[in-house]
């Protein structure tokens, strides 16, 4: 073979054996950097570069707050047993979590109707959710398995409504972490719907009020509501 032809292929491999170091140093950047932001997205609720301490979410060990992009909601995922749930695993501490989870999973609280024309014949509402044990579903993102009976449900729902009525809070504020329905990360915001979206008894005791208004307690299969317009 002559020279120049040897000396070309060897240059050949060189800059080949060049490319795919470069590559791959490249390769190994971009997985780092992966890795990174979904510790952060996970981890420090999409905060990066601030270090949460995991012990304060209330889980316990191997469980997390992960995000379902699909439904717009936290979930709770254990890396280990690759289980993931709705529910909090049992063990929650209640307390930690509900201060977690008002901190780094709730939307902002101020309602905008994004300044467009309110659908025809819907209206748009929040609420707050305080469910019991014989709730068609007792359980949700705060609690795991729900014991208190209705009238302990209803008890708290009056402290609520009175702190509400008195001004020390709003109904969307305390929703956050006090309400044991998915919007309570959206300060209980439901959006808007129509009728026959809704149960029955809520559906009559939010069209009967005006904008700004608070309903009194209202019961439905799902549990007891405070209602607002």
């Given at each position: ?32 950097a992966c890795s990174t932001y979904e510790t952060n997205f996970y981890i ?86 305080v469910k019991h044990k014989d709730s068609r579903r007792p359980s949700s ?87 607002e317009r």
């Amino acid at each position: 073979m002559p020279n120049g032809v040897g000396l070309l292929s060897g240059d050949l491999v060189r800059r080949a054996q060049d490319l795919l170091a470069f590559v791959g140093a490249k390769l190994s950047f971009l997985m780092d950097a992966c890795s990174t932001y979904e510790t952060n997205f996970y981890i420090n609720a999409g905060t990066p570069g601030e270090a949460k301490d995991l012990s304060s979410t209330g889980l316990p060990p191997s469980w997390e707050v992960r995000h379902s992009n699909s439904k717009n909601l936290p979930y709770y995922f254990n890396p280990s047993t690759k289980e993931s749930r709705w529910e909090p695993p049992t063990g929650t501490d209640t307390e930690a979590l509900k201060s977690y989870m008002a901190e780094n999973h709730s939307a902002p609280s101020a309602r905008s109707d994004g300044g467009g024309a309110q659908p025809e014949g819907k209206i748009r509402a929040s609420h707050l959710l305080v469910k019991h044990k014989d709730s068609r579903r007792p359980s949700s993102w705060r609690e795991a398995n729900i014991t208190r009976s209705k009238e302990e449900a209803i008890t708290m729902l009056e402290g609520h409504e009175a702190r509400i009525r008195s001004g020390e809070t709003t109904l969307g504020d305390l929703a956050v972490s006090e309400s044991d329905c998915g919007s309570a990360r959206k300060g209980g915001d439901l959006g808007f719907f129509g009728r026959g979206d809704m149960q029955k008894e809520f559906e009559e005791a939010a069209f009967a009020l005006k904008p700004g208004e608070m309903s009194g307690i209202v019961e439905t299969a799902s549990g007891v509501h405070l209602i607002e317009r």
